[in-house]
């Protein structure tokens, strides 16, 4: 699926092609829960409210850019296990 064929998509028809496709990372920041999810090559940002728990917005992401949040924890685990060799 691609980005315009997603973003086409009615609110109800992007949660099917979610559901369908993998989780691939979860992330927080101070007000939501964003979790990525991954729809054969196009990726897809679920946000959702942890005070309400609700489902704030679906993004498509667009720019592969926007992945990189994604590596920063892995990138500082790495930086850890490297120190105590």
């Known amino acids: 699926m691609t980005l315009s064929e997603f ?20 992330r927080c920041d101070e007000e939501h ?3 990525l999810y991954q729809i054969d090559g ?3 940002e679920v946000f959702f409210d942890m005070t309400y728990e609700e489902l704030i917005k679906i993004e498509a992401i667009g720019n592969v850019n926007q992945l990189l949040i994604y590596l920063k924890p ?3 685990k790495q930086n850890r296990i490297g120190k105590n060799v």
């Open 74 to 76: 892995y990138e500082a």
């Open 33 to 35: 829960e964003v979790v």
């Open 7 to 26: 973003n086409v998509l009615d609110k109800e028809q992007q949660a099917k092609a979610i559901w369908s496709g993998t989780r691939v990372a979860t």
């Open 42 to 44: 196009l990726f897809v």
